[in-house]
């Protein structure tokens, strides 16, 4: 089972995030950086390539037996949905359509969403711009775990449960951390969802809903794609809130390893984050780093140290405004 974890509670400091700082030093130094922003023409196609692939899938899985089913629902089903989910994190920072044409990104993500199964993506983007705006911002930041997910998964064993069940821990955190009014895109988001839902259970019946429902669930549980919920922002260094992950999975998540180049540059496409490494390696080349998601879930799991309390987490001050 392993022993308890001994943290207590969450690393607090009193100190701002460290993206901002290094964004203007960096922008003084190579302004050239500025011509990387923008949105990225490429992704519209790529994200409509991929949500007709799950579209094929759904017709080729239909008339399956049950055991292929369920392979081909983590083999496959699961990588391309949870590639679909950082899509959305793609187009939830505008670069499908640019900022002059935000509610066409917002209908693109709903689009986007669909073989998904769970609607999500018009409140992602809500709680992601806050994650950016207050990163580790308490009662703000809900990709910080809660008081009991740090209390109760302490153990191995436990880690290991909650990592299997982090898409219904990503679920519930905001109604828990930082709830707010349901808006008419929210709205809008699951009548779509479940009407396209029907509609799929209609026409094919019900393996390929089970397909895309346990593809969504499977891949942001245990799963190696999954790594990068931990890699990102868990404290495996003291003093070290951001981490960027390096490896081949970048092909598949939109360069999403690319974790401080994409904190200290949100409006840059994932697409082009490794040139913003690569023009100002200095800032980058000494942070610390992965090149193994796997790793870091077996990491995370194994070392009796780290804990869903092993985040920075600061108190906000001044005019908190959020999405």
């Known amino acids: ?84 989910t950082l899509a959305i994190h793609e187009i939830s920072h505008n670069t499908a359509f640019g900022n002059s044409r935000a509610m066409w990104n917002r209908w693109f993500a709903m689009f986007a969403n669909l073989p998904i199964g769970l609607p999500y993506s018009a409140s992602f983007k809500r709680y992601h711009l806050d994650h950016h705006r207050y990163l580790g911002g308490d009662g703000v930041d809900v990709d910080i775990p809660t008081e009991f997910e740090g209390w109760f998964f302490c153990t191995r064993f436990r880690k290991f449960v909650w990592i299997i069940l982090q898409p219904l821990f990503y679920a519930i955190r905001p109604l828990c951390i930082n709830p707010k009014p349901i808006t008419r895109l929210e709205v809008a988001n699951v009548a779509v969802q479940l009407s396209f839902n029907v509609a799929l259970y209609w026409l094919c019946g019900a393996k390929p809903v089970v397909y895309m429902m346990a593809g969504s669930l499977l891949g942001m549980g245990l799963h190696p794609i999954s790594g990068h919920f931990i890699a990102e922002h868990y404290m495996f260094l003291k003093g070290h809130e951001t981490y960027s992950y390096y490896g081949s999975l970048n092909l598949l998540t939109f360069n999403v390893g690319y974790h401080n180049e994409h904190h200290d540059f949100p409006s840059i496409p994932g697409r082009r984050l ?19 998601w796997v790793k870091v879930l077996y990491d995370f799991i194994m070392d009796d140290r780290l804990s869903p309390y092993s985040r920075v987490k600061r108190r906000l001050t001044g005019d908190v405004k959020l999405e």
């Open 1 to 84: 089972m392993g022993n308890r974890v001994p943290r207590e509670d969450y690393e607090w400091v009193y100190t701002d995030q460290p993206h901002a700082d290094r964004r203007k030093d960096i922008l003084a130094k190579y302004p050239e950086i500025k011509t990387l922003m923008g949105p990225d023409p490429r992704l519209k196609w790529i994200v409509c390539m991929m949500v007709l692939i799950q579209f094929l899938a759904f017709y080729l899985v239909k008339d399956l037996d049950w055991k292929w089913v369920l392979f081909w629902t983590y083999a496959f089903g699961s990588c391309i949905n949870h590639s679909m």
């Open 274 to 292: 490794p040139l913003v490494k690569k023009i100002a390696s200095e800032y980058y080349d000494d942070l610390p780093q992965y090149t193994s």
